[in-house]
C-alpha cells in the first residue's frame, strides 16, 4: 500500500529555518522524480520544488529559489525540504508527491501519482 509521510512542520518565526521529511514506508519509488507543493488558506496547491529520481535534477519555483533546498536520499525512501529564511507567506500546508515518471521538467499537479497528508507549517511574524 502506497504512503507518504510527511513530518516537521511545526510553528516559527520569520527568519527561521525548518526541514520537512517525506518517507516512503509503502513501496519504493526510487526511480520516480519527487515534488513538494503547498497550499496556503484559500488557495490552490502550488509547485515548490522537485528533484529527480537519482537527485541530479532540481527544480523550484522562483519563490523558492535562493532559500529553499529540495533533497532526496533513495537508500532511507526519504526526500527533504531544507526551508530557510521563512517568512510568513510561507504558511502553508507541505505536501510531498510522487511523479509518474523519473525526470520531470514541468510539474502541474496532474504529473503527480501519489501525495502525502501534508504537514502544516506557521511562521509567525
Known amino acids: 500500500q502506497v504512503q507518504l509521510v510527511e513530518s516537521g512542520g511545526g510553528l516559527v518565526q520569520a527568519g527561521d529555518s525548518l526541514r520537512l521529511s517525506c518517507a516512503d514506508s509503502?513501496?519504493?519509488?526510487?526511480?520516480?522524480?519527487m515534488g513538494w507543493f503547498r497550499q496556503s488558506l484559500g488557495k490552490t496547491r502550488e509547485f515548490v520544488a522537485g528533484?529527480?529520481?537519482?537527485?541530479?535534477?532540481?527544480y523550484y519555483a522562483d519563490f523558492a529559489k535562493g532559500r529553499l533546498t529540495i533533497s532526496r536520499d533513495n537508500a532511507k525512501n526519504t526526500v527533504y525540504l531544507q526551508m530557510n529564511s521563512l517568512k510568513p507567506e510561507d504558511t502553508a500546508v507541505y505536501y510531498c508527491g510522487v511523479a509518474r515518471y523519473g525526470i520531470v521538467s514541468s510539474w502541474p499537479e496532474n504529473v503527480m501519482d501519489y501525495w502525502g497528508k501534508g504537514t502544516l507549517v506557521t511562521v509567525s511574524s
Open positions: 528533484v529527480s529520481w537519482n537527485g541530479l535534477r532540481l
Open positions: 509503502g513501496r519504493t519509488f526510487s526511480s520516480r522524480a
